[in-house]
T-cell receptor, first 108, second 113 residues
């Protein structure tokens, strides 16, 4: 079992829809959770972080954390073609582990 | 300019040559990291540093050497480049490693021929 797992995708959603990206992790001691966006040929960019169970909203982005079930998700509302990218989940406990990423494609 | 910069952006080298990739950050972040990113493997940690003169191995350190004599610089050296080291290399920094997330440099695309 990988320490941080993401569906590689591609996840394809129509413009204006909600994109839901999921991530599961194995270390129950993990305390901090991050979402990065990486456009093709570019470096990862931090877009969200969450520490506590529940939801955290920032504009069109909502991060959701459920430590009991060991998953973290990212919702993108009103998806735009410019949201098309690979989204990396990162989990920090004793060490920081990155997932391999989910490719999102938003169709105009 | 403020931020984290990597150089060069692109590099082609021959097998067996020594190559140094540079990383410079202007925030005085304590933590700095080197990752490589390959298709099918995602980001893999090569080395990291918690402060000047403190470095430690990551997941894939073999064939690489790092140093950190100054807080702002964290060069990565490939001692004798091999084709398997062809990759995109990212440097990153963080003020509080497990709380703040990372800021990544633009990357260096290295090709070993």
């Amino acid at each position: 079992q990988k320490e941080v797992e993401q569906n590689s995708g591609p996840l394809s959603v129509p413009e204006g829809a909600i994109a839901s990206l999921n991530c599961t992790y194995s270390d129950r001691g993990s305390q901090s959770f991050f979402w990065y966006r990486q456009y093709s040929g570019k470096s990862p960019e931090l877009i969200m972080f969450i520490y506590s169970n529940g939801d955290k909203e920032d504009g069109r982005f909502t991060a959701q954390l459920n430590k009991a079930s060991q998953y973290v998700s990212l919702l993108i509302r009103d998806s735009q073609p410019s949201d098309s990218a690979t989204y990396l989940c990162a989990v920090s406990g004793f060490k920081t582990i990155f997932g391999a990423g989910t490719r999102l494609f938003v169709k105009a | 300019d403020a931020g984290i910069t990597q150089s060069p952006r692109y590099k082609i080298t021959e097998t067996g040559r020594q190559v140094t990739l540079m990383c410079h950050q202007t925030w005085s972040h304590s933590y700095m990291f080197w990752y490589r990113q390959d298709l099918g493997h995602g980001l893999r940690l090569i080395y990291y540093s918690a402060a000047a003169d403190i470095t430690d191995k990551g997941e894939v350190p073999d064939g690489y050497v790092v140093s950190r004599s100054k807080t702002e610089n964290f060069p990565l050296t490939l001692e004798s480049a091999t084709r398997s080291q062809t990759s995109v290399y990212f440097c990153a920094s963080s003020a509080r490693e497990r709380l703040d997330g990372y800021t990544f440099g633009s990357g260096t695309r290295l090709t070993v021929v």
